[in-house]
């Protein structure tokens, strides 16, 4: 499937981390921010956290998508809701079947699921559409990082 961002979408980025930096919380969506794999410097982007079974997952829905290679490459991160910044770790998820759930779960939201088929990850906005796209996205388990333990994007 051909993936690419709508050309709106940095302009949207930028609207929201606007919006998170006064304090002003975007629906579900929070602010990602990660070391840059290159260049060592901050990276933010906006991402819309899911909870399964307890735990909590944000997904690339491009798999290659910048945010998700700077977690791969260094998965401290942190987490920041409309100023309320949150130390954690991210952890990849390679198991095939639940990332599928996830990537399900993520797109059933709403809005995370019209992104899934905007971008080209999702044939069609169904869970079994959604399923379909789990191979070429990235998901990422959000682990708290208990206070004091030096972790965290810096």
């Known amino acids: 499937m051909d993936e690419r961002?709508?050309?709106i979408q940095p302009y949207g980025d930028a609207v929201v981390k606007g919006l998170n930096r006064i304090g002003v919380r975007f629906g579900?969506?929070?602010v990602l921010t990660l070391n840059g794999r290159?260049?060592?410097e901050l990276r933010s982007t906006p991402v819309t956290p899911v909870e399964v079974d307890g735990r909590t997952?944000?997904?690339a829905a491009i798999g290659t998508a910048n945010w998700a290679q700077n977690a791969r490459a260094d998965g401290d991160a942190a987490i920041d809701v409309a100023g309320d910044i949150e130390a954690v770790r991210l952890v990849e998820v390679t198991d095939p079947a639940h990332k599928e759930?996830?990537?399900v779960a993520f797109g059933e939201r709403g809005m995370p699921?019209?992104?899934l088929k905007m971008v080209g990850?999702?044939?069609e906005r169904t869970p079994e559409g959604?399923?379909?796209a789990a191979p070429t996205t990235a998901v990422f388990e959000v682990v708290p990082v208990p206070v004091g333990s030096g972790a965290g994007a810096s």
């Open 101 to 103: 759930r996830v990537v």
């Open 57 to 59: 997952y944000v997904v």
């Open 28 to 30: 579900p969506v929070v």
């Open 130 to 132: 959604f399923a379909q």
């Open 5 to 7: 961002l709508p050309w």
């Open 113 to 115: 699921g019209r992104f």
């Open 121 to 123: 990850a999702a044939p």
């Open 38 to 40: 290159k260049s060592g």
